[in-house]
T-cell receptor, first 117, second 111 residues
Framework: AQKVTQAQTEISVVEKEDVTLDCVYE???????LFWYKQPPSGELVFLIR??????QNEISGRYSWNFQKSTSSFNFTITASQVVDSAVYFC??????????????FGKGTRLHILP | GAGVSQSPSNKVTEKGKDVELRCDPI?????LYWYRQSLGQGLEFLIY????????KSGLPSDRFSAERTGGSVSTLTIQRTQQEDSAVYLC?????????FGPGTRLTVL
C-alpha cells in the first residue's frame, strides 16, 4: 500500500527564517514519483515539483529546495528566507510505479505553514 | 481559458438530492482525476480516467458516487442521494503526463 505522512500539521515561523517541511512515504513500487503542491488561501493547488525515484539529486529553485533520500523514504522541502506569501498548505504526494503512464496520486494530509511578519 | 475549469463553483443542495459536478480538463490532457477535500483535510483520491476509461475507481466512497468521461474530455461526477458527509470541495485535475493541473474546485454543501 502507498502512504504519505506529513507529521507536521502546522508550522509558524517568522519571516526570513528558513523552514523545512517533512515528508515520509511508503511504497512497494520500485519506480515512483514524488510531488509537492502548494495550496494558498485562494484554494487552488499549485504544482511545485515532481521527482522520480531514480533521481536522487537534490533540486533548488530559487528559495525552494528539495532533499530526496531514498534510504529514509523522505522527500523534504525547505523554504529559505521565508516570506509572508509562502503562507499556505503544502502537500507532499506519491504516485506509483508504471513508467510513461499516469497513475493516481496519493496525497499527505498537508502541512499548514504560517509565515509571520 | 487555458486551465482546468469546474462547474458549478458552489453547490448547495438538500440531503437526498442528486448532484452533478462537471470538469473541463485542459485540451489534450489524457488523464483526468477527481479528488475530494473536506474542511481542513488533505486530498482524498476518488477516481481517475485514462481517456474515457477509469482504471482505478477504488477511491469512490460508496455506490452513490459515479463518474464518467466522454470524448476524452469533459467529465461528470455524480453523487446520488447526497448525505451531509458528502459536503466537501471536489477537485478535478488533468494531466498530460505525471504533472497534474488542478481546477478551482466545486464546493458542495449538503444541508
Amino acid at each position: 500500500a502507498q502512504k504519505v505522512t506529513q507529521a507536521q500539521t502546522e508550522i509558524s515561523v517568522v519571516e526570513k527564517e528558513d523552514v523545512t517541511l517533512d515528508c515520509v512515504y511508503e511504497t512497494r513500487d520500485t519506480t515512483y514519483y514524488l510531488f509537492w503542491y502548494k495550496q494558498p488561501p485562494s484554494g487552488e493547488l499549485v504544482f511545485l515539483i515532481r521527482r522520480n525515484s531514480f533521481d536522487e539529486q537534490n533540486e533548488i529553485s530559487g528559495r525552494y529546495s528539495w532533499n530526496f533520500q531514498k534510504s529514509t523514504s523522505s522527500f523534504n522541502f525547505t523554504i529559505t528566507a521565508s516570506q509572508v506569501v509562502d503562507s499556505a498548505v503544502y502537500f507532499c504526494a506519491l504516485s506509483g510505479g508504471v513508467m510513461n503512464r499516469d497513475d493516481k496520486i496519493i496525497f499527505g494530509k498537508g502541512t499548514r505553514l504560517h509565515i509571520l511578519p | 481559458g487555458a486551465g482546468v475549469s469546474q462547474s458549478p463553483s458552489n453547490k448547495v443542495t438538500e440531503k437526498g438530492k442528486d448532484v452533478e459536478l462537471r470538469c473541463d480538463p485542459i485540451s489534450g490532457h489524457t488523464a483526468l482525476y477527481w479528488y475530494r477535500q473536506s474542511l481542513g483535510q488533505g486530498l482524498e483520491f476518488l477516481i481517475y480516467f485514462q481517456g474515457n476509461s477509469a482504471p482505478d475507481k477504488s477511491g469512490l466512497p460508496s455506490d452513490r458516487f459515479s463518474a464518467e468521461r466522454t470524448g476524452g474530455s469533459v467529465s461528470t461526477l455524480t453523487i446520488q442521494r447526497t448525505q451531509q458527509e458528502d459536503s466537501a470541495v471536489y477537485l478535478c485535475a488533468s494531466s498530460p503526463r505525471y504533472e497534474q493541473f488542478f481546477g478551482p474546485g466545486t464546493r458542495l454543501t449538503v444541508l
